[in-house]
């Protein structure tokens, strides 16, 4: 009886040995494919573990990792500024003179005096009328139109004409109807400086 005890018990522990052994052996190639366990951080998720110089992992001086590793730093470009030219105002060129093609009018004009009879008391010799050509404010010609005629009235109208009228008479000279009457024709020179006086009165 008792050597079938000790016969069961030496079984069963020979049988567990077994199994015991076989289980080691299964268990180490699992093991050595499990992944290295990472460090925990005890600080929690999203906290830098080099910040606390007591957590595994962190960086013994206390230095945070520079910027210089984490990357080129790309700065961020200037915005485009346009500068808006100034207003300038703009100034019409002045036109140019309107030119008149109306000719200009000549200072050279021609006055004719009012008509006027050489008598003698009741006795006419004849009519006399002077016209005078003006430029500016000068007479520079004296004209006798009309002057009496027939006999001896023919001789005193040319010593008249000779005397006062062109342009080197003497109304010219004078330049006024204060004329030296002509000798002789007294009646002919009176009517002609009347004529001349009514012309000069109508030019100035």
């Known amino acids: 009886m008792r050597r079938a005890f000790l016969a069961i018990t030496g079984l069963a522990a020979s049988t567990t040995a077994l199994v015991v052994f ?22 929690g998720p999203g906290t830098d573990p080099s910040a606390d110089p007591d957590a595994p992992g962190a960086d013994p001086a206390g230095v945070a990792p520079s910027s210089a590793s984490a990357g080129p730093s790309t700065s961020p470009k200037p915005g485009k500024t346009t500068a808006r030219p100034s207003a300038t105002k703009t100034t019409k060129a002045p036109s140019a003179p309107r030119t008149t093609t109306k000719a200009p009018q000549s200072t050279t004009r021609r006055v004719t005096g009012a008509g006027f009879d ?70 002919t020179s009176n009517a002609y400086k009347q004529s001349l006086r009514s012309a000069i009165e109508q030019a100035f």
Request: no cysteine.
């Open 118 to 187: 050489a008598k003698d008391g009741s006795e006419t010799y004849g009519y006399v009328q002077v016209q005078i050509v003006v430029s500016g404010n000068r007479i520079v010609e004296a004209i006798a139109l009309s002057l009496p005629t027939g006999g001896e009235s023919d001789i005193h109208s040319g010593d008249v004409s000779n005397r006062y009228d062109g342009t080197g008479g003497e109304v010219v000279q004078k330049q006024s109807a204060n004329l030296n009457t002509v000798s002789g024709a007294t009646e």
């Open 22 to 43: 076989k289980g080691s052996t299964s268990a180490t190639p699992v093991a050595q494919n499990l992944p290295t366990a990472q460090p925990v951080n005890p600080a």
